[in-house]
């Protein structure tokens, strides 16, 4: 997989391993940019029949029956939708998903899963749907059962309706590299400039799970940096209590609802803050 998306990777690695996963996933990006492999994958880590909570995207696929059946698409709880991929018979080339697939779709997660188990849609190429079929669609995203997910891809978030965008968790999947030290040099500027800076920051990166959780272990970071710098007991141990609020706050965004733009304004205040308890030290 491409290394560019380790973030993202990570991060849904994360909520899966914590059982936090949202219902939809938007994922956004080129063709080629690895997006439907990943998707599968996903899919793979929850129907794994080891049942082992380290199964994860990167080791999911050992070659077992389950995961041979996701990619040749007959999974019954693993369905691929796309213009090439039908649930209703379909002889003639289509250039759009009508409303009978998603009808259908409905009709197959109306049906109580075997064991628990998870189901997974993934529509392909999501903004071929047709009108009343991404309608259609919203209705099931407004209602989604118990152990569902839909995980959605395409070229451009805003080829989607907003309707459908506001009920999904985007990830965008377009080469962005070095995604660490570019989060880091933002922090840093954002730290070093003031109030205004670090809000402007905040608002930017609050609705992208990957970058906002790359800036956390950013604050982190410095949290980390300034301790061992600390000329004064006092001053670790103010930093200490710092750190061990970011710590928390991180597994809060992980593991609820709470206002993620609330949170980083917290976060990055208070390292602005700290940015003058060490006298002399740059962040």
Same mark, same amino acid.
């Given at each position: 997989?491409?290394?560019?998306?380790?973030?993202?990777?990570?991060y849904l690695d994360r909520v899966m391993a914590r059982d936090r996963l949202a219902h939809a996933y938007l994922f956004c990006?080129?063709?080629?940019?690895?997006?439907?492999?990943?998707?599968?994958?996903?899919?793979?880590?929850?129907?794994?029949?080891?049942?082992?909570?380290?199964?994860?995207?990167?080791?999911?696929?050992?070659?077992?029956?389950?995961c041979a059946a996701i990619d040749a698409n007959t999974y019954p709880d693993a369905i691929l939708l796309d213009v090439t991929?039908?649930?209703?018979?379909?002889?003639?080339?289509?250039?759009?998903?009508?409303?009978?697939?998603?009808?259908?779709l409905k009709r197959i997660f109306s049906l109580a899963p075997a064991g628990g188990a998870w189901r997974v849609a993934i529509?392909?190429?999501?903004?071929?749907?047709?009108?009343?079929?991404?309608?259609?669609?919203?209705?099931?995203?407004?209602?989604?059962?118990?152990?569902?997910?839909?995980?959605?891809?395409?070229?451009?978030?805003?080829?989607?309706?907003?309707?459908?965008?506001?009920?999904?968790?985007?990830?965008?999947?377009?080469?962005?590299?070095?995604?660490?030290?570019?989060?880091?040099? *933002?922090?840093?500027?954002?730290?070093?400039?003031?109030?205004?800076?670090?809000?402007? *920051?905040?608002?930017?990166?609050?609705?992208?799970?990957?970058?906002?959780?790359?800036?956390?272990?950013?604050?982190?970071?410095? *949290?980390?940096?300034?301790?061992?710098?600390?000329?004064?007991?006092?001053?670790?141990?103010? *930093?200490?209590?710092?750190?061990?609020?970011?710590?928390?706050?991180?597994?809060?965004?992980?593991?609820?609802?709470?206002?993620?733009?609330?949170?980083?304004?917290?976060?990055?205040?208070?390292?602005?803050?700290?940015?003058?308890?060490?006298?002399?030290?740059?962040?």
């Open positions: 997989m491409n290394s560019a998306h380790a973030p993202n990777i990570a990006g080129p063709d080629g940019a690895g997006m439907m492999a990943i998707a599968k994958a996903i899919a793979k880590a929850l129907a794994h029949p080891s049942g082992r909570d380290d199964v994860s995207i990167g080791t999911a696929d050992d070659g077992c029956p389950v991929h039908s649930l209703t018979s379909q002889k003639e080339a289509r250039k759009e998903i009508p409303i009978d697939d998603i009808r259908e529509i392909g190429q999501a903004d071929t749907m047709s009108w009343d079929a991404a309608d259609a669609f919203l209705k099931l995203l407004e209602e989604p059962g118990e152990r569902t997910l839909f995980i959605l891809t395409v070229s451009h978030r805003e080829s989607v309706p907003a309707t459908i965008r506001s009920r999904t968790v985007i990830l965008d999947f377009f080469d962005r590299p070095r995604t660490e030290e570019k989060v880091a040099a *933002l922090v840093r500027r954002a730290v070093a400039g003031g109030i205004p800076d670090v809000l402007a *920051l905040s608002e930017k990166i609050a609705g992208d799970p990957p970058v906002r959780s790359a800036a956390i272990a950013v604050v982190q970071d410095l *949290l980390r940096a300034n301790m061992h710098a600390a000329q004064t007991p006092d001053d670790r141990s103010r *930093l200490a209590r710092r750190l061990a609020r970011v710590l928390d706050v991180a597994t809060i965004l992980e593991t609820t609802n709470v206002n993620a733009r609330l949170a980083l304004d917290v976060l990055l205040l208070d390292s602005m803050r700290d940015a003058h308890i060490i006298k002399g030290q740059e962040i």
